[in-house]
């Protein structure tokens, strides 16, 4: 199967930004350990701070991917275009959130992007991309 993670804005901080909430580990040591946990996938991945960017990633995956795991990081929060654009493909896609939104700020506890996915999954640290990979290979 082969899988895409897609990680929007400041997301390339994982290990530097508030690591008392986001933790040390930055994503692409991460990666490591989960393609190592997941050899029987091909999982690729790609990050950006621009929406624009993450809808063109979102629209080529499809048909190029059998599904697509992603953090919008705050797009979640604001983007109607992105969750127009999950709705809009034909593959699967998850949302992982590495921090339990529902017990953060107001403003963070709803997810436009979230309404659009297939399954969502909050507050399992980076192992929530893991359970993600796992919930595709599942279905």
Known sequence: MKILILNGPNLNLLGKREPEI?????????????????????IAYFQTNHEGIMIDKLQEADGQYDAVVMNPGGY???SIALADCVRSIGIPVIEVHISDISKREPYRRHSYTAEACVKWIYGLGMEGYAKAIEAISQD
């Open 76 to 78: 979640a929060h604001t």
């Open 22 to 42: 986001y933790g040390h580990l930055s994503f692409e040591e991460y990666l490591v350990q989960l393609r190592e946990c997941f050899p029987q996938h091909e």
